[in-house]
């Protein structure tokens, strides 16, 4: 009988209808069925995207409900839209030249450099990194770690192959941020894509880990997150936040997005701020 309810009132939710206990309902079932946990990520955004996914396919919530547990290729296209997350080559120039110039110096004392890029999605932030590591001739005593909790976008960061009219953009951020050279050095042409070089693959790994559940896996001098925490309630920030200080050797630095920071005080204690306008901070003991 309670099952009856529970299909009546989820059956009835539209896309315009659905409220914010519908979406709590869901975030719950999603991490009973699947063991993948919503419940920190912000409520506005959640409902945004699960709303958007109902539009797009012509959905109750009951319908969604359904496809979830019966269509596994379906709930792989529910996680990439909850957690899509838009990313470019040198996005944001100046935080690159920031790091460029305040935290690879630094960096290049140490006989072996770390990077873990945090919801790294397909891959440009990562290879980004590793091209600043390769023009300060860093690259080949550091690894990159890449992780994000979408496979398919871990697939294609695995590759490295991106649309070649992107590359223009790409390589106009790539100037902007003061680097020398050009970014072609660092792809091959073919055809209407781009292939980032064997060179920078060969240090790099793509996994998936879950900032929510999971812990510290490694010791990094870098860590980089940028545009992820603005999807998390202040408590889940303060979280992964957390994990990434204890993830951090002793003044390892932590990179940020534009519209992110270290709200919590305590938290804040622990870092020293390098660029404030770029959101650089370093571990301090």
């Known amino acids: 009988m309670a099952e009856l309810r529970n299909r009546n009132f989820l059956s009835s939710a539209t ?48 319908d969604l409900k359904s496809l979830l547990v019966n269509d596994y290729a379906f709930f792989e296209e529910f996680i990439i839209e909850i957690t899509v997350n838009v990313t470019e080559m040198f996005r944001d120039p100046g935080f690159y030249r920031a790091v460029r110039e305040k ?50 976008v871990l697939d294609l960061a695995k590759k490295g192959i991106y649309d070649l009219k992107l590359m223009k953009h790409y390589s106009e951020n790539y100037l902007e941020s003061g680097a020398s050279g050009s970014l072609s050095d660092f792809y091959t042409a073919q055809y209407d894509a781009a292939s980032i070089n064997h060179s920078l693959k060969k240090n790099t790994l793509f996994s998936v880990h879950n900032l929510v559940s999971d812990g510290v896996f490694n010791e990094f001098q870098l860590i980089s997150c940028r545009n992820v925490l603005i999807y998390f309630n202040v408590e889940l920030q303060q979280k992964v936040i957390s994990l990434f200080y204890n993830s951090l050797c002793p003044f390892g630095f932590l990179c940020l997005g ?26 301090i003991e």
């Open 258 to 283: 534009s519209k992110e920071s270290l709200r919590d005080s305590e938290l804040s204690r622990r870092f020293k701020v390098i660029d404030k306008a770029e959101n650089i901070y370093q571990k």
């Open 15 to 62: 896309a315009d209808t659905v409220t914010f206990e519908q979406i709590d309902e869901l975030v719950e079932w999603v991490k009973r069925i699947h063991g993948f946990d919503f419940s920190g990520y912000s409520r506005a955004s959640l409902k945004r995207r699960v709303t958007r996914i109902m539009d797009l396919h012509n959905l109750t919530l009951f």
């Open 103 to 152: 935290v690879l110096p630094y960096l290049a004392s140490f006989q072996r450099i770390k990077v873990w890029n945090a919801g790294c999605s397909t891959g440009q932030e990562l290879y980004s990194f590793a091209i600043l590591l390769a023009k300060e001739n860093l690259y080949k005593r550091s690894f990159l770690y890449g992780t994000d909790i979408n496979t398919r």
